[in-house]
Nanobody, 116 residues
Framework: VQLQASGGGLVQPGGSLRLSCTSA????????IGWFRQVPGQERDGVACLSTGGHKLYAPSLDGRFTISIDNTKNIVYLQMNSLKPEDTAVYYC???????????WGQGTLVTVSS
């Protein structure tokens, strides 16, 4: 299984980006999908997750700035990021949950840089 995360880039503080997680191998709607981020030298942190039943969870530190969603017709899970801050700078990854609810397949990551 391969997941692809895309949509990263350079954005000014206060700006927005929308990340996409796609797969040519699986239907994303059949799995829990999570977004994570990692700053070099630090641990990877969970950002948001979407269950197969549509339940959404977010890291409390985000203060409602990010939204996870799915477009079933396009087989894409999005992470809409608004009011971006320099501390949101990281490599963002998407991942799918396996049968034991652990995240067992990961995309390659997309870099988000928030800077003026």
């Amino acid at each position: 299984v391969q997941l692809q995360a895309s949509g990263g880039g350079l954005v000014q503080p206060g700006g927005s980006l929308r990340l996409s997680c796609t797969s040519a191998d699986i239907s994303l709607a059949e799995y829990g999908i999570g977004w994570f981020r990692q700053v070099p030298g630090q641990e990877r942190d969970g950002v948001a997750c979407l269950s197969t039943g549509g339940h959404k969870l977010y890291a409390p530190s985000l203060d409602g700035r990010f939204t996870i969603s799915i477009d079933n017709t396009k087989n894409i899970v999005y992470l809409q990021m608004n009011s971006l801050k320099p501390e949101d700078t990281a490599v963002y990854y998407c991942a799918k949950q396996g049968a034991n609810n652990e995240y067992d397949e990961w995309g390659q990551g997309t870099l988000v840089t928030v800077s003026s």
